[in-house]
């Protein structure tokens, strides 16, 4: 089993859409990332967290340390939106080094 | 302000070749991180470096592979004797600290023919 599972897997979802994916880890960490990946393949960061919810324009993050559970929402979507979107974990032990989930394609349809 | 630079952004080898990948951090970023995405894959670690040091190499194989990051000038992740096992696209990552948010370079991406 991963350290780090994601759902779905894969998202179709029409513009305007309220959308939600999901990143449950199984280890202690110290903080949890959400990257995005373009068609091109480069890799963004989005946030990077420890607590609570973070906002960045239509999206947001959330995590509950308790539950060992994170979620990115993305708000009235859009095709430019579509792209793989990855959870990834730094568990105190580890360094700073990051382990990743195997990443959600969200594809945002006009 | 110019984010991670990596160079080639593409790179084709024949098996047994050497591959240098190379990686400037960001102004004012110490700490390098070098990760592989092999096709259809998630990213996975290979390497941890800090100025001229290596910090973590856990996930770096231990045979043909090795990376450097040099007091002046990039980082480099220097892959010889290549197979065709080892196309993938090869992503740095920039901190300015251990724990402050990494931010990536654009890849390389490695085709061996």
Known sequence: KNEVEQSPQNLTAQEGEFITINCSYSVGISALHWLQQHPGGGIVSLFMLSSGKKKHGRLIATINIQEKHSSLHITASHPRDSAVYICAVRPPTSGSRLTFGEGTQLTVNP | ?113
């Open chain 2, 1 to 113: 302000n110019a984010g991670v630079m990596q160079n080639p952004r593409h790179l084709v080898r024949r098996r047994g070749q050497e591959a240098r990948l190379r990686c400037s951090p960001m102004k004012g970023h110490s700490h390098v991180y070098w990760y592989r995405q092999l096709p259809e894959e998630g990213l996975k670690f290979m390497v941890y470096l800090q100025k001229e040091n290596i910090i973590d190499e856990s996930g770096m194989p231990k045979e043909r592979f090795s990376a450097e990051f040099p007091k002046e000038g990039p980082s480099i992740l220097r892959i010889q004797q290549v197979v065709r096992g080892d196309s993938a696209a090869y992503f740095c990552a920039s901190a300015r600290t251990a724990t402050d948010t990494q931010y990536f370079g654009p890849g390389t991406r490695l085709t061996v023919l």
